[in-house]
């Protein structure tokens, strides 16, 4: 009887980590098979969500630099003649097709980079008080790019080389610095407005591409 016992102490532990063992065993086996039973959009959407989210940050960040200027109503609008142009009507939203829809938020994102760098290197002559919020903006802008390219490669859309604009390399006069910076500001508000709408458009057509 002394033996008996000593030999179910023994084994008890060996079994109970065998029985362990293959139980996770059996689940790591059937982890793939419940990852592809999720929906598609509940797998995708996360990656789609935060380039939304981001992008509505990056508004709020541009929204507040122009809070920081202080400017008159009658500022000359129209300096930058190669600012992307939107269309804003619902009907021209909901017929936007995915791929060519992210390349050209993608060249669109790249171009106005492009003009708020330039704005950064002429405000630094000139001492900009919201140089630093600038940079802060251009950081979160480059961070959207970013993900928007990721997307693009997801579901294959093609990357159009961007064409640099030609800017100015400097702007001798202070009052033309702050109007350059104030129609910037203003028009990619705008822009950030209508690229969240886009996205959130997009959603439906990128879980059906996935």
Do not use: G
């Not at 350059?180 to 203003?186: D, F, G, I, K, P």
């Amino acid at each position: 009887m002394t033996l008996t016992l000593e030999l179910y102490r023994v084994h008890l532990p060996m079994l109970l980590d065998s029985s362990i063992s293959l139980l996770f065993s059996l689940l790591l086996a059937q982890l793939p098979v419940f990852t592809s039973a999720l929906p598609a959009n509940r797998r995708q959407m996360p990656d789609l969500d935060k380039l939304t989210n981001q992008t509505k940050n990056l508004m709020k960040i541009t929204k507040d630099l122009l809070k920081d200027n202080v400017f008159q109503p009658d500022i000359e609008l129209h300096r930058f003649k190669n600012l992307p142009a939107m269309n804003n009507r619902a009907s021209d939203l909901s017929n936007l097709e995915l791929k060519p829809t992210l390349t050209q938020l993608h060249t669109d994102l790249k171009t106005f980079e492009h003009h708020f760098e330039w704005l950064t290197r002429v405000s630094k002559k000139h001492h900009h008080p919201v140089l630093p919020k600038l940079v802060d903006m251009i950081r979160e802008m480059k961070s959207v790019i970013a993900m928007l390219h990721r997307q693009m490669q997801k579901v294959e859309a093609q990357r159009v080389p961007h064409a640099t604009p030609s800017l100015p390399p400097h702007i001798p006069v202070h009052w033309d610095v702050l109007q350059s910076s104030q129609e910037l500001l203003q028009q990619f508000t705008l822009y950030c407005d209508w690229a969240i709408r886009a996205l959130m458009n997009l959603k439906p057509k990128i879980a059906a591409a996935q």
